[in-house]
């Protein structure tokens, strides 16, 4: 299901107010057929745009250029630059790109350092954008979509890294090939359900973080046993 976040026919959502399908009060300017957005919607939306771009930003913004360009979205102006072909082109080769790098272990780390740079203020447009029907972004909303994009941001390369000590690479190809299912699911889940969405991120976010404290527990556990075993380990002199 698409969402829209303009009015295409302002008779149509004026009868359907008056008919009572609508409330006339608490409903923003998007309608969707006869089903008219919260702001409480348009603002999950943006929040999960930004959690997605903190993760996979060009795949996030393909995504989301492709669906207004096919249709399957009615986006607000501020977030229309993503429908430009050469945005989607860009978007799609640096997203290819980013699907091989983030496959080989100590290349997905420094990529990621480097993504930081794109990754958080892409998670900030995303967030205002979503929010803006005619196309000024609001200081609040970016500074919100930025600290989204930081926090799954930062839980992702944290998760990463510590995943890099290992010395088998299939954890991090499976990690990797997770956060792209993620991404284009919880894309297209969040564009049709936004709220189910949230809970899936919320979820991920849990077991992320959750698996970032296992990890690290178990790793300061080894240094530990590690260390004692040197301390107990009988020292031998020079024979005399």
């Known amino acids: 299901m698409a969402f829209s976040l303009s009015i295409a026919d302002s ?5 359907a107010v008056r008919a009572g399908r609508l409330p006339a009060a608490g409903m923003s300017t998007s309608l969707t057929g006869a089903f008219a957005m919260t702001d409480a919607h348009l603002f999950v939306i943006g929040i999960l745009l930004a959690w997605l771009a903190g993760i996979r930003v060009y795949l996030t913004v393909f995504g989301v250029g492709l669906a207004g360009r096919r249709g399957w979205a009615h986006l ?14 860009t978007s799609a080769v640096l997203a290819v790109a980013e699907f091989f790098a983030d496959k080989i272990p100590g290349v997905d780390s420094a990529w990621d350092l480097l993504q930081t740079l794109a990754r958080v203020p892409a998670g900030a447009f995303l967030a205002a954008a979503t929010l803006s029907p005619d196309g000024d972004l609001g200081t609040g909303t970016l500074l919100a979509g930025a600290g989204v994009a ?10 990463r ?4 000590t ?3 690479p299939a954890s991090n190809w499976v ?8 991404v284009v699911g919880g894309l297209a889940l969040a564009l049709a359900h936004p709220w189910l969405a949230l809970g899936v991120v919320l979820a991920c976010s849990l077991a992320g973080a959750l698996t970032v404290w296992l990890v690290w ?3 300061w556990k080894g ?10 380990a009988p020292r031998t002199g020079p024979a005399a």
Do not use: I
């Open 175 to 182: 990690a990797s090939a997770a956060e792209d299912t993620v």
């Open 76 to 89: 607000p102006p501020a977030l229309q630059a993503p429908e430009s072909w050469w945005v989607l082109g």
């Open 166 to 168: 290992s010395p088998e």
């Open 217 to 219: 527990r178990a790793l």
């Open 161 to 164: 890294a510590l995943l890099n």
């Open 223 to 232: 240094m530990r046993w590690l260390a004692g075993n040197d301390r107990d």
């Open 11 to 15: 008779a149509a959502f004026e009868r």
């Open 150 to 159: 930081l926090a799954s941001h930062g839980l992702k390369s944290g998760t």
